[in-house]
């Protein structure tokens, strides 16, 4: 009975790490080959270049509001037909009076049962396909954008790309030792990683700013993407179509991580509980699919199934207690892999020894992620709602 249960729990270990280790090395091998990414095509001549909308949505945020439209307001100077759209969504603040006077483009949004981000897009591009713009580009109230960030998209849209994903990053790694280890989590999640899909061919991902759609794909597919994972949702949604996000990394968008503890335990278990549901909602049906031969949704399962790296690592290392050999020597590679994804990560996004040596505290990172666990699974529930991080000064 006993030699079952061991058995059986070394069956459930190899399955729940062995699709994100296999994973993991694909996208990392792709990352660094030399294969050519996204390049931009910038003989197109300015009269050419589609009409796109910069799409803000906001809750509450009159403290920052004006600093993040003054920001996207230098970019638009270098920019001919582009505009700056402000969603104040169910608002109890002046967010929609500064962004106005800031120089931005206000809609304002009041639905107490539909709440939060998804819901507000949803909202901003329908109202905004009925007016004259090729695409849409989403930048969250909390961010500043390189100024060459709202042109790049517009060279990309002229090559006939429909759906882009740029650079994401943490504006703050030196506020904390905790926001340097997310720092880095992030050149790899959200940098590494486009890298290695766009190299393949494949989907990149929605990271939920910074990204950029046109009209065509979302009038074939409406965003209608309403749970608290909504980027994934719909990134779901695209591949499902047959349509793909493409990775340009010669932008950047930034925004702070949180500093206070509550702060960041309220970012990520609404992160990590969305991602988990998606896995619960979507993983079954993706898996089907793929068995029937769609093959496109090979690597959208893939992906859902390589848990945050915490946990991750936190699996491989059980492993390596286990009184199997082979599982062993499976776990201390995988364990290997996860390492060189992250030098990798941290060499390629322009880090260095600093970036390395914090890399001590990740034992105390994954205890702290342990903590989070029932936040995480409150945020799993299928009744889930948004919740806003709040806002710190810098």
């Given at each position: 009975m006993m030699s079952s249960l061991i058995l059986l729990t070394q069956l459930g270990i190899l399955c729940l790490t062995l699709p994100g280790t296999l994973e993991l090395l694909l996208l990392t091998l792709a990352a660094i080959s030399p294969k050519k990414g996204l390049e931009i095509n910038r003989t197109v001549v300015t009269?050419?270049?589609?009409?796109?909308?910069?799409?803000?949505?906001?809750?509450?945020?009159?403290?920052?509001?004006?600093?993040?439209?003054?920001?996207?307001?230098?970019?638009?100077?270098k920019t001919t037909g582009c505009e700056l759209i402000v969603i104040a969504d169910n608002c109890?603040?002046?967010?929609?009076?500064?962004?106005?006077?800031?120089?931005?483009?206000?809609?304002?949004?009041?639905?107490?049962?539909?709440?939060?981000?998804?819901?507000?897009?949803?909202?901003?591009f329908k109202t905004l396909l009925t007016e004259n713009f090729d695409g849409f580009i989403v930048i969250d109230a909390d961010s500043r954008v390189d100024e060459n960030l709202i042109g790049d998209f517009q060279q990309v849209f002229a090559q006939g790309i429909d759906a882009v994903q740029c650079r994401y990053r943490i504006a703050n790694p030196d506020a904390s030792r905790r926001a340097r280890l997310q720092y880095i989590a992030w050149l790899a999640f959200n940098e590494l990683r486009l890298l290695g899909r766009e190299k393949l061919g494949v989907s990149v991902g929605i990271l939920g700013n910074g990204f950029a759609l046109s009209r065509a794909v979302l009038?074939?597919?409406?965003?209608?993407?309403?749970s608290i994972a909504e980027d994934m949702e719909y990134h779901l949604r695209l591949v499902n179509?047959?349509?793909?996000?493409?990775?340009?990394?010669?932008?950047?968008?930034?925004?702070?991580?949180?500093?206070?503890?509550?702060?960041a335990a309220v970012q990520r278990s609404r992160w990590e509980g969305g991602r988990f549901r998606l896995i619960i909602d979507h993983v079954p049906a993706l898996f089907i699919g793929v068995l029937r031969g769609e093959w496109r949704l090979l690597e959208p399962l893939a992906e859902l199934l390589l848990l945050p790296?915490?946990?991750?690592?936190?699996?491989?290392?059980?492993?390596?207690?286990?009184?199997?050999?082979a599982l062993q020597y499976y776990a201390f590679a995988?364990?290997?892999?996860?390492?060189?994804?992250?030098?990798?990560?941290?060499?390629?996004?322009?880090?260095?020894?600093?970036?390395?040596?914090?890399?001590?505290?990740?034992?105390f990172y994954i205890l702290w992620k342990l903590t989070l666990m029932p936040k995480l699974w409150r945020s799993a529930r299928n009744d889930a709602q948004w919740q806003r991080t709040d806002r710190e000064d810098s």
């Open positions: 009269s050419s270049l589609p009409r796109l909308a910069v799409v803000m949505p906001a809750h509450n945020e009159a403290a920052g509001i004006a600093a993040c439209v003054a920001n996207l307001r230098t970019g638009l100077n109890q603040d002046d967010t929609a009076a500064i962004a106005t006077e800031a120089g931005a483009r206000v809609l304002v949004r009041q639905d107490a049962v539909k709440r939060g981000k998804g819901y507000a897009l949803d909202y901003a009038e074939a597919v409406p965003y209608e993407a309403g179509a047959g349509l793909k996000m493409r990775y340009l990394d010669t932008v950047t968008v930034s925004s702070d991580a949180p500093n206070q503890g509550a702060n790296l915490a946990y991750h690592v936190l699996l491989l290392l059980f492993t390596l207690l286990m009184p199997a050999p995988g364990l290997l892999l996860v390492v060189a994804h992250v030098l990798i990560a941290i060499r390629r996004g322009g880090g260095g020894i600093e970036d390395i040596k914090i890399l001590a505290g990740v034992p």
